[in-house]
């Protein structure tokens, strides 16, 4: 029921209720007390009953799509947290190996500066006696 701000009698607004018909269907009609509106619904005019089903499948359906992103958001988070996972797992297993590999730098000595001067000189001796052979 809805309460009025002016309670001055039936010559106010709200006395009649007038401005609450919203359709052919839907009429008002006076009661005693100017606190109250009743309403009164035409069937000739209202096909409520179609109306209400069809919001009714229209919510399920609704319904259905919310479960869905739902489920759909469940699914995403659980794959989210494995992939961190397995990306923190990795991340643990690089640096283990950095710091193995800077161990054995350290224990064998630096010597793969000295392997790639010799490797690099090594190209360069065969590229020049292919060159030499090449000349005859």
């Known amino acids: 029921m809805a309460s009025t701000s002016n309670r001055s009698g039936g010559g106010s607004m709200y006395g009649h209720a007038a401005p609450y018909r919203s359709r052919e269907g839907l009429s008002t009609r006076p009661v005693a007390s100017a606190d109250e ?4 619904i035409d069937p000739m005019h209202a096909d409520l009953d179609d109306e209400i089903t069809s919001l009714h499948s229209h919510v399920k359906q609704l319904r259905n799509v919310a479960q869905e992103i ?3 958001a469940k699914f995403q988070k659980d794959f989210l947290d494995q992939l961190q ?3 923190i797992k990795a991340q643990a297993g690089v640096k283990n190996n950095i710091r193995r ?3 054995s730098m350290v224990k064998n000595g630096s010597n793969h500066i ?3 001067v010799l490797f690099a000189l090594f190209c360069f001796f065969v590229v020049y006696m292919w060159s030499k052979l090449s000349r005859r």
Request: no cysteine; charged share 20%; aromatic share 0%.
């Open 70 to 72: 739902g489920s759909e």
């Open 114 to 116: 000295i392997h790639v």
């Open 101 to 103: 590999l800077n161990r």
């Open 85 to 87: 996972m397995t990306m």
């Open 37 to 40: 509106i009743q309403l009164r």
